[in-house]
């Protein structure tokens, strides 16, 4: 399902939700024809002398024909009219598929049947008709409901912006809705609140968290002059801004602009299905008018060469080949999701056995995306890692610095008692000092050692990625605290595995250069991109995808939704935002890098067994046409349309059963 603009969609994000509720819509108009259909089908098959013969019964009284014409006509029309709709549209735009070939069938089914009620010499398909519409809806019903419609990214980036902003006007603050916020404003942003526009900081200083917009981990500490990007969340300080960007121009509408983009190229991809179903109308068609041209040649007569028509082109249109993908979507779709991956776009998930390369985003996906304590490393011969950290805790307990949050957590998950502190003083950009139990403790920068002439300390390899602080126990230092966004322990494991698959891995990051080649070092990566905006990740995909690579693109951020939507599969990691997940064609619930080996492993399964299907279901017309034409005619065999029945039943279980055995698959793509 494409999408409006999504400038339009900014204004109006009902519009968005429009698509999404059609799809609804659909879904229970399936299941409604389904259930009508399914009602009708019973009557049907009793009443109809070839299953009478079947099952020896004999049922019927005055008119019991007409009461199956009628019944018959019903579900045509009532069941059949997606189908019959559907054929139309594809035969207007010259590209025959699944509907195509279902209004065939049952056209013809129809027509025939109710020409021999009413005086032609030949046999009943009002079964077979029947039964197929009750497949066919049932297939696609079961198909629409395993893929969720339109997609909700756009609405919810528009929903990370806040509805009104403070302006500020003279002495006075006043809410304007976002809409009529102008450039040139003034506005107030208040501790905790998100920025409503893209603008420049003219009083205050606070530290921003823009993780979802921008990727990088740690909220960044800005001050006047400084610019801020609507949508970001705003720390402890309030903050006068002036606005610069809004509505159209602004840094998350440009992302909306891409997603929308890459998001349209994308939809257009065929189903696999739907090529079957294109050459089996052919086939059908073809088979079909041959069938009867041939009989007549030979000298039959015309209701014996129609009858062999009828049957040709009835069972050429298998019910199994409603059900090959249908099942096995559904069913991966399942399973899927009990294991933690989210399927929304299972074109994509099937093309995921293609992969050759993939760009991981680096903040929360192959690190844990927390700024925490990695190291504790105090001089030997002086106090333990215990006492060290309980010091700097004293001191941080007050602070919201991402510093000082990460210490005050790790304090907290190691259950340490954190002391008061007195004589509280902070040291202008280079840390803080205080007195605790009576010593006088400072948590400082390496930049204040050097400028106090302290030798820094050598012990402890110091990662290029880690951020460390010093602690001084009465002016002596006593040791180092490390900090950084940690990697997974699961990263390395997971690159390992994509190597050996043959996929090359990369990472694009929005953090510094250092940060990244320190990750990518630690993990042996094929490459990495540090410093990338947005737009930045979306063109290095297509470079990517230039050079013939089949892309997957993994993140958690804002900033990384329209990376996702370019990427040939883009994977949303689940303790990222929900538009990234919305953008995402896969979500992995879990922000397990190894699980996305799963899931390409299982995509791989996924789409063998409809291969295997496609060929059960279309494998099954091969011998099933040229027995119902009566190709055996001169040995007397003559394919009736009740064994014909009774192998596309046949050709329907085995399907069916087949996709059942990919639960098996994900078992094994797990362990």
Not at 157 to 177: F, G, I, Q
Not at 235 to 254: I, M, P, R, W
Not at 413 to 427: L, S, T
Not at 594 to 619: E, H, P, S, V
Request: one cysteine or more.
């Amino acid at each position: 399902m494409q999408h409006g603009t999504a400038e339009h969609d900014q204004h109006n994000p009902a519009h968005g939700m429009a698509g999404h509720d059609h799809h609804a819509m659909m879904i229970a108009d399936f299941r409604m024809r389904f259930w009508v259909s399914l009602g009708i089908t019973i009557p049907v098959l009793l009443l109809s002398p070839m299953i009478q013969e079947f099952l020896g019964l004999d049922i019927t009284f005055p008119g019991s024909l007409y009461v199956l014409f009628g019944l018959s006509t019903v579900a045509y029309f009532h069941g059949g009219w997606p189908f019959l709709t559907g054929a139309a549209k594809e035969i207007r735009s010259a590209a025959p598929g699944m509907m195509t070939l279902i209004a065939v069938a049952i056209s013809v089914a129809y027509a025939y049947s109710s020409a021999v009620v009413f005086g032609l010499e030949g046999k009943l398909f009002f079964w077979e008709l029947v039964t197929l519409i009750v497949i066919m809806l049932l297939g696609h019903w079961i198909e629409m409901r395993s893929v969720l419609g339109a997609s909700k990214a756009l609405q919810l980036l528009v929903s990370l912006m806040p509805a009104e902003a403070h302006v500020m006007e003279n002495d006075t603050v006043r809410d304007v809705p976002l809409a009529e916020l102008k450039s040139g404003a003034r506005i107030l942003v208040k501790p905790g609140e998100k920025v409503p526009a893209d603008g420049v900081i003219d009083k205050g200083e606070s530290n921003l968290n823009e993780s979802m917009l921008t990727g990088e981990s740690v909220p960044v500490k800005k001050g006047k002059g400084e610019q801020v990007i609507g949508g970001a969340i705003n720390g402890n300080g309030a903050l006068e801004v002036v606005v610069e960007h809004t509505g159209k121009d602004s840094y998350l509408n440009k992302v909306i602009t891409l997603v929308s983009e890459a998001q349209k190229t994308k939809s257009k991809t065929q189903h696999l299905a739907d090529r079957a179903a294109k050459w089996l109308t052919y086939v059908a068609l073809f088979s079909g008018f041959a069938t009867l041209a041939v009989w007549l040649l030979v000298g039959k007569e015309f209701v014996f060469a129609l009858e062999r028509m009828v049957t040709v082109m009835v069972i050429s249109c298998p019910h199994a080949l409603g059900l090959a993908i249908p099942l096995v979507v559904a069913i991966s779709t399942a399973i899927s999701a009990q294991h933690g991956l989210l399927i929304r776009n299972r074109t994509a998930f099937e093309n995921s056995r293609k992969i050759t390369a993939i760009v991981f985003d680096k903040t929360g996906t192959l690190t844990t995306g927390e700024f925490g304590v990695t190291r504790i490393a105090p001089l030997s011969g002086g106090m333990d890692e215990k006492e060290l950290l309980r010091l700097a805790a004293a001191l941080e307990q007050n602070s919201e610095h991402p510093i000082a949050v990460g210490i005050m957590t790790r304090a907290k998950k190691d259950g340490i008692e954190v002391p008061a502190a007195e004589k509280f003083e902070a040291i202008t950009g280079k840390g803080v000092q205080a007195t605790v139990d009576g010593r006088e403790v400072a948590v400082v920068s390496p930049g204040y050692l050097k400028e106090k002439n302290i030798a820094l300390p050598t012990e402890g390899s110091t990662g290029a990625a880690e951020t460390v602080v010093h602690v001084l126990v009465d002016g002596k230092l006593a040791g180092s605290i490390a900090l950084a966004d940690a990697i997974r322990e699961s990263s390395a494991d997971a690159i390992k595995q994509f190597r050996e698959q043959g996929i090359k891995t990369y990472m694009a990051t929005g953090d510094n250069k250092q940060v990244g080649k320190a990750v990518s070092d630690a993990l042996g990566l094929d490459g990495f991109y540090a410093e990338v905006l947005p737009h930045e990740k979306v063109d290095l995909i297509k470079e990517l995808q230039a050079k013939g690579e089949f892309v997957a693109m993994t993140g958690d951020g804002v900033n990384d939704a329209p990376a996702l939507a370019q990427a040939d599969v883009g994977i949303a990691v689940g303790s990222g935002t929900d538009v990234a997940a919305e953008t995402a064609d896969i979500i992995l619930v879990k922000s397990d890098p190894r699980d996305i080996l799963g899931l390409i492993l299982f995509g791989k399964a996924t789409y063998n067994k409809m291969i295997q299907n496609l060929i059960w279901a279309t494998g099954y017309n091969a011998i099933a046409i040229p027995l119902a034409a009566g190709v055996l005619y001169s040995f007397d065999f003559l394919l009736s349309p009740a064994v014909g029945a009774g192998l596309m039943s046949l050709s329907t279980v085995v399907v069916a059963i087949n996709a059942q055995l990919l639960k098996r698959s994900l078992k094994t793509a797990n362990s």
